[in-house]
């Protein structure tokens, strides 16, 4: 009965890769969101997505692309993979109204 | 625009003393505000939240906050903490009828036996 899970939980790959992340939610909510946790712990919002129409795109570079299938999954995927993109990467889902998020249990990324 | 200062980036207690991890906010509306905790290699749980109504908010494991809109602060305390309360806790703000939640910088709370 997870509300928010995300795979894969571990991936380890090369620099230049292409590589992508998957978000599913079985809350009923309609905005989701991707965020960046680095090294220091800081949570940076990167993208949200409102019933499968983009609502933030914060500065990220090109090389990061969401996409949402439906409006229970969000997906992130990541071309020609650079060190810096090492991080915790954590999908989340919002109740209406007071913004309270769900968060997923993070996919921690380590580009080699 | 909004933004959140955790005064603290780290908090050594002893176990069953108690403790304040304080959180300020800057934002010209009116605002939710959350506390959520991040257990060693876990996502974020929601530990508590303000929406409106009584300053003084319970959550769970015994934690609680007080909202003061004039200091613009929303502390997060624990008359009593135990080893299993080691975690990073990030205060959090949302202005009303915004998409987005910003996050402090998270205070790591370490409990010494």
């Known amino acids: 009965d997870t509300a928010v899970s995300q795979t894969p939980k571990y991936l380890v790959t090369q620099m230049g890769n292409d590589k992508s992340i998957k978000c599913e939610q079985n809350?009923?909510?309609?905005?989701m969101y991707w965020y960046k946790q680095d090294s220091k712990k800081f949570l940076k919002i990167m993208f949200s997505?409102?019933?499968?129409?983009?609502?933030i795109n914060e500065t990220v570079p090109n090389r990061f692309s969401p996409k949402s299938p439906d409006k229970a999954h969000l997906n992130l995927h990541i071309n020609s993979l650079e060190l810096g993109d090492s991080a915790v990467y954590f999908c989340?889902?919002?109740?209406?109204?007071?913004?309270?998020?769900?968060f997923g249990p993070g996919t921690r990324l380590t580009v080699l | 625009a909004q933004s959140v200062t955790q005064l603290d980036s780290q908090v050594p207690v002893f176990e069953e003393a108690p403790v304040e991890l304080r959180c300020n906010y800057s934002?010209?509306?009116?605002?939710?505000l959350f506390w959520y905790v991040q257990y060693p290699n876990q996502g974020l749980q929601l530990l508590l939240k303000?929406?409106?109504?009584?300053?003084l908010v319970k959550g769970i494991n015994g934690f609680e906050a007080e909202f003061n809109k004039s200091q613009t602060s929303f502390h997060l305390r624990k008359p009593s903490v135990h080893i299993s309360d080691t975690a990073e806790y990030f205060c959090?703000?949302?202005?009303?009828?915004?998409?987005?939640?910003?996050f402090g910088q998270g205070t790591r709370l370490t409990i010494n036996p």
């Open positions: 989340a889902s919002r109740t209406s109204g007071n913004n309270e998020q769900f």
């Open positions: 997505y409102n019933n499968k129409e983009l609502i």
């Open positions: 809350l009923g909510h309609d905005t």
């Open positions: 959090a703000v949302s202005e009303q009828g915004a998409q987005k939640l910003v």
């Open positions: 303000y929406l409106s109504g009584s300053t």
């Open positions: 934002s010209s509306v009116s605002v939710y």
